[in-house]
């Protein structure tokens, strides 16, 4: 099977597949373009990388409290251990070790359940003797390998108390979901009765109808005495080792910027880092959405929610990046159109914005990844996750170019379109316009989709608690959807036939409803924001308009295309097998279809509909049918792929020059995947974070 794509780079081979281990696939990608920057952009680069590696240990604690000691004696034995290193015992711990590292944690970086060890814990204290090492205690021990201990990174299986059953650690343990939802009740409360009044406070005109993100950047815990507080991540409080790294960073690159705009974005971010003021944290947000005009960007800080099950608290996250001017052509002439858009969505007038403003969107190649986007990483990214900044001063909404090629070539001639697509003449639509109709979907759904609608006022922002997550992603995924088969898209050279939006439509449904079951474990429901979107759209879809879309089971040939070893063999005779396939039967019923769903969406959404919220995501995004699951990961395991993928970054060599002075920066990709690892943990670790 000839899958692995690869370019001549100086003396060496590049290829964009890497190691496999478990479930997952490390890639590489490239920075072409990157030696075409200035010597002045490439200073900032490299020194907005640095920030954004210096908060990787920020994310590992915030995944749960045992995380950074559990590398810490992992990585130990597997640096220090002389013995045999090819028995199986230790050829599982090493597994488990390089699954860790990809979690940041020990909880599935995207199921979120915790990892089973193939190894005992005997082996481990073995292993511990052998290298000299202090054996831990056993608390730590407990954790690794009791199943029922921490089972979840994340809970949201309804009835139950999330904060309790998730390991996350954004709650001090102990705290209860009904003590936190009231504690940050009250703030917004007092918010309200103050009429938004901050004391010193920096963004203008702040009322009641701008609310804070309160909880964002903070650890809810216990004093003394008992009582709830917060322990605020900043530079003088909790992370605060990690931050002063960041910070200083940060500061190097202000005199490497772009422009004023883009300094006075940083010296406002690092006076974040330094007050842990969320009026701060606005003001910075505000400043970085306006500042368009550079090629050089990034994002540095809290800014994801998916990680806690109340959706308050956000994931450490920080990347690097550089405009990909050529492909961004094609974002620019959609993001022009972004009024158009909104007044010929669908949904209820109320719930449209009358002007649509500073939107943005452009293709980008990622310089570095970092935090909660390394290794595994979002391919379309829109920001400010506030909906009044949204709203009054617009989003930035980017592609990340590199990443998806690299994606792509992964993919090429992998089995997968042969063996789950119905017919070889959709096969042939999805080889002809899906790579260009997913990179459109990713355009509308990040860059117009989020940015679109509006909530009532008076509506909080935080009503849809535990399903808010779930309803913004359908929401802007419906919104990609319907818009991806208008003919506008034609008219602006954006598909190139009224055909093309086909092949999105279908690979978007089979996932749905069929090939992302290959990320669940057998009886698990579905617990993840984005998968639960996609299921609650599919299978809406497929309640609701049976006309347009149904589950056929057709008796097929093996396909022998792309197969294992494993899976020719369990075919071995030809025997015929009965599978499930995706047909849609009318492409334009189902975009009115789409267009319907949208609309309840974005009423629930901007009316904060709690109940109708939680009936729409529990009845279509979470239950599992178990038979179609088993079928499917048999399917998917006789073609050996691996369901997840992530990426090892460049490495950047700096030249100095006598004086120290830096005369170039050069990304290399040379490092494994243990190596890089291990780097980062020699260079960029926080002893305690405190």
Known sequence: MKNKESVLEGQHI????????????????????????????????????????????????????????????????????????????????????????????????????????????????????????????????????????????????????????SACNYYAEGVTQAEAEAFYEEQKKQFAESNGHIEGGKVKDRTAEKPLMFGMNSQLKRDAEGRLMEDVWKAQGMYGSAICHIIEHLRKAIPYAESEKQAEVIRTLVEFYETGSLDTFDLYTILWVQDTECEVDFTNGFTEVYGDPLGLKASWEGYVNFLDREATQRTERMSREAQWFEDNSPVDKR???????????????????????????????????????????????????????????????????????????????????????????????ECLGHGSGRILPGVDPDALKAYGSTIEEARADLFALYFLANKKMVELNLTPNDEAYKASYYTYLMNGLLTQLVRIEPGNNIEEAHMRNRSLIAHWVLKHYPDAVALRTIEKEPEHAGMSAEGLEADKGGKKAEKHYLEVKDYELLRKAFGELLAEIQRIKSEGDYKAAMELVEKYGVKVDNDIHQEILKRYRALDLAPYKGFINPRYEVKRDAEGNIVDVTPHYDETYAQQMLRYSREYSCEGLK
Request: proline share 2%; hydrophobic share 35%; with cysteine.
């Open 351 to 445: 719930f449209k914005k009358t002007e649509c403003r500073g939107v943005t969107a452009k293709v980008i190649k990622a310089a570095i990844l970092g935090g909660d986007l390394y290794p595994s990483s979002a391919i379309g990214i829109n920001l400010p996750n506030s909906n009044w900044v949204r709203e009054t001063y617009g989003s930035k909404s980017v592609t990340i170019g590199n990443l998806t090629h690299a994606y792509d070539e992964a993919a090429r001639g992998n089995g997968f379109r042969e063996e789950f697509v119905i017919d070889e003449a959709t096969c042939q639509l999805i080889d002809k316009y899906g790579n260009v109709c997913d990179d459109l979907h990713t355009d509308l759904h």
């Open 14 to 165: 590049f290829k964009y597949q890497d190691e496999r281990f478990a479930d997952l696939q490390l890639l590489r990608y490239r920075v072409d373009g990157f030696e075409t920057l200035s010597l002045r952009q490439k200073i900032l680069v490299w020194h907005l990388a640095e920030a954004a590696l210096w908060g990787r240990d920020i994310l590992w604690d915030q995944n749960g409290r045992y995380n950074l000691r559990i590398r810490h004696l992992l990585e130990g034995v597997y640096t220090e251990y002389k013995g045999d290193r090819r028995c199986e015992e230790f050829l599982q711990f090493e597994t488990y070790l390089k699954r860790v590292w990809f979690s940041n944690g020990i909880h599935h970086h995207y199921a979120t359940d915790k990892f089973q060890p193939g190894f005992t814990q005997q082996y481990l204290l073995k292993l511990i003797g052998e290298c000299g090492m202090e054996v831990p205690e056993q608390d730590l021990l407990d954790v690794i390998f009791c199943p029922a201990l921490y089972p979840k990174r994340v809970n949201q299986a309804k009835g139950e108390d999330l904060l309790l059953t």
